[in-house]
C-alpha cells in the first residue's frame, strides 16, 4: 500500500493519523513479515490491524544458481501460477530484475514469456514482494523492470510499485536506481514519462517496421516510429536515461544495412543503444551471432555517433532469459 492508502486504513480502524507513517517505516524500511513486530502500535491497533490485513510478504520458493553468482528466484502469484525473478551480481552492483505480469500478451517471437500466454497482472504487493523477500535485498543497488509481462500493460499497479520504491516513506530509493523496460505501449509510455524520473529502456530489436512486426507482434499496434516521436517530445539530456534495447540475431538483424537504418530512426535522440546476445529458447528458429559480429556492430554504431554497448551475457547455465523456470513449473503443476 502507498502511504494514502495507509492513512485510509488508519481512518478506518480509528487510528491515529500518524499511524500510517509508523507502518510505512515498519513495512518499506524495517521490512517486517508480521503485524506483532510492529511494536510502537498498541496492542489493541495491532490487534485490529491484523484482523483485517496481512504484511504480505512471501519468500522465494524455488531457485536456480549460475556459475556467474546470478540468481533465479521463482515466487508464487495467483492460483497456480508463478514469476520469475533474477538477482545479478556485478563487481559494486547488485541488480534485481522483476517482473510485472504472469505471462504476457506481446508474444514476441524470441521471448519465452510470450509463448505461456497471458494469465493475469501482479498487484503492487507481488511486484514489490520480488524486491523485499529477496534474500539478497541488502545488496541491492538498482532494480530493472524487465522480468516477465509488459509493465506498461498493467501500469497503475506497476506506477503505485514504483511510488513505494521511490517515495520518501518507502525505500526512498532515488529514481535513476530503476528502469522500466517496455516494447511502448503508446498511451502508457506518456503516462510513465510524465508522472516517473525513472530511467526507460524500449525493446526495439528492428529498426525496420516490417521486420520488427515479424519480431514482435505489438508493432501492428504500436509503430516504432510513433514511439520514437513521442519520444522526441522528452528531454533525456540530464540524469534520466534513454536506452533502446536491440537482441541480435543471426542473418535476421545483424547486417550494416540494419545499422544505417537504426541510425536514421534514432538520429537526433539523446540516447544509447544496448546491443544483447541472444538466448537460445525451444522451438524458436532464431539463433545468436557470435561477439565479433557484436563488437563490429557496436563499432559502427558508435563511429557514427550513436553510443552502443554490449551488454554482458548472464546466467546462460540456468536460462536467466525468463520464462523457463515457470513454464518448468507449470507443466510439472499440469501434470499432476
Given at each position: 500500500m502507498t502511504l494514502s492508502e495507509l492513512q485510509e486504513v488508519a481512518k478506518d480502524l480509528g487510528m491515529p493519523s500518524f499511524a500510517a507513517k509508523q507502518i510505512a517505516q515498519w513495512l518499506y524500511v524495517k521490512?517486517?513479515?508480521?503485524?506483532?513486530e510492529m511494536t510502537n502500535l498498541s496492542l489493541k491497533h495491532r490487534t485490529i490491524l491484523?484482523?483485517?490485513?496481512?504484511v504480505g510478504a512471501e519468500a522465494p520458493i524455488n531457485e536456480m544458481r549460475s556459475q556467474d553468482g546470478t540468481v533465479k528466484y521463482l515466487f508464487h502469484a495467483h492460483d497456480n501460477h508463478f514469476v520469475e525473478?533474477?538477482?545479478?551480481?556485478?563487481?559494486?552492483?547488485?541488480?534485481?530484475?522483476?517482473?510485472?505480469?504472469?505471462g504476457c500478451k506481446m508474444n514476441c517471437k524470441f521471448c519465452m514469456t510470450g509463448k505461456q500466454g497471458f494469465s493475469g497482472n501482479l498487484t503492487a504487493n507481488q511486484i514489490i514482494n520480488q524486491i523485499q523477500s529477496l534474500p539478497e535485498y541488502e545488496h541491492l543497488?538498482?532494480?530493472?523492470?524487465?522480468?516477465?509481462?509488459?509493465?506498461?500493460?498493467?501500469?497503475?499497479?506497476?506506477?503505485?510499485?514504483?511510488?513505494?520504491?521511490?517515495?520518501?516513506?518507502?525505500?526512498?530509493?532515488?529514481?535513476?536506481?530503476?528502469?522500466?523496460?517496455?516494447?511502448?505501449?503508446?498511451?502508457?509510455?506518456q503516462r510513465f514519462l510524465e508522472e516517473s524520473e525513472c530511467h526507460l529502456a524500449v525493446s526495439l530489436?528492428?529498426?525496420?517496421?516490417?521486420?520488427?512486426?515479424?519480431?514482435?507482434?505489438?508493432?501492428?499496434?504500436?509503430?516504432?516510429?510513433?514511439?520514437?516521436?513521442?519520444?522526441r517530445n522528452y528531454d533525456f539530456s540530464h540524469q534520466r536515461r534513454l536506452s533502446f534495447e536491440y537482441i541480435v540475431f543471426k542473418g535476421v538483424?545483424?547486417?550494416?544495412?540494419?545499422?544505417?537504418?537504426l541510425l536514421k530512426l534514432l538520429r537526433g535522440l539523446d540516447c544509447r543503444v544496448n546491443l544483447i546476445r541472444f538466448h537460445a529458447i525451444p522451438n524458436v528458429d532464431l539463433e545468436g551471432v557470435d561477439m565479433g559480429k557484436m563488437t563490429e556492430l557496436r563499432d559502427y554504431l558508435t563511429q557514427h555517433g550513436l553510443f552502443t554497448t554490449i551488454r554482458a551475457s548472464r546466467g546462460e547455465d540456468i536460462f536467466a532469459a525468463c520464462g523457463m523456470l515457470s513454464t518448468a513449473k507449470q507443466e510439472e503443476i499440469n501434470k499432476n
Open positions: 521490512r517486517v513479515k508480521s503485524i506483532d491484523a484482523e483485517r490485513y496481512v525473478t533474477v538477482y545479478i551480481p556485478d563487481e559494486d552492483r547488485g541488480t534485481v530484475c522483476v517482473s510485472s505480469q504472469v543497488t538498482n532494480v530493472v523492470m524487465m522480468g516477465m509481462g509488459e509493465p506498461l500493460d498493467n501500469l497503475d499497479e506497476v506506477m503505485k510499485a514504483l511510488e513505494i520504491m521511490t517515495a520518501p516513506w518507502g525505500y526512498a530509493w532515488s529514481p535513476k536506481r530503476i528502469t522500466l523496460s517496455t516494447v511502448g505501449l503508446k498511451k502508457g509510455l530489436h528492428a529498426p525496420v517496421p516490417a521486420l520488427r512486426r515479424e519480431l514482435m507482434p505489438a508493432e501492428r499496434a504500436f509503430s516504432i516510429v510513433e514511439i520514437v516521436d513521442v519520444l538483424n545483424d547486417s550494416v544495412v540494419y545499422a544505417k537504418e
